[in-house]
């Protein structure tokens, strides 16, 4: 049964950076599209990337287009996120999520998740 266990979060100034490590265990991540997701209090969760097993292809939520990038590391079975120039508004509980499916990551059926980590941007 994969597992997955979110880290990196924390509070940061406006215009900071933070890396969030999804790490697995219980089965190897080659095979799974990983996404990460975030949700604010009081609003839906919202996909912010994610990364296709097949091809390694990533897809970006318009909002962090630039800023965020997403990688995976299938030696240490993480998937992690850069997380640059980061923004009030980004301030979340942020999940990773994975599929074991070789479709792109988009049209991925995420049924594992992550327990999340907070994200605070703020000065």
């Known amino acids: 049964q994969l597992q997955l266990v979110e880290s990196g979060g924390g509070l940061v100034q406006p215009g900071g950076s933070l890396r969030l490590s999804c790490a697995a265990s219980?089965?190897?991540?080659?095979?799974?599209?990983i996404g990460w997701f975030r949700q604010a209090p009081g609003k839906e969760r919202e996909g912010v990337s994610c990364?296709?097993?097949?091809?390694?292809?990533?897809d970006y939520a318009d909002s962090v287009k630039g800023r965020f990038t997403i990688s995976r590391d299938n030696a240490k079975n993480t998937v992690y996120l850069q997380m640059n120039s980061l923004k009030p508004e980004d301030t979340a509980v942020y999940y990773c999520?994975?599929?074991?499916?070789?479709?792109?990551?988009?049209?991925?059926?995420?049924?594992?998740w992550g327990q999340g980590t907070q994200v605070t941007v703020s000065s």
């Open positions: 999520a994975a599929d074991k499916t070789p479709r792109l990551c988009v049209r991925a059926e995420y049924d594992y």
């Open positions: 219980g089965a190897t991540l080659d095979y799974y599209a």
């Open positions: 990364i296709s097993s097949s091809d390694g292809s990533t």
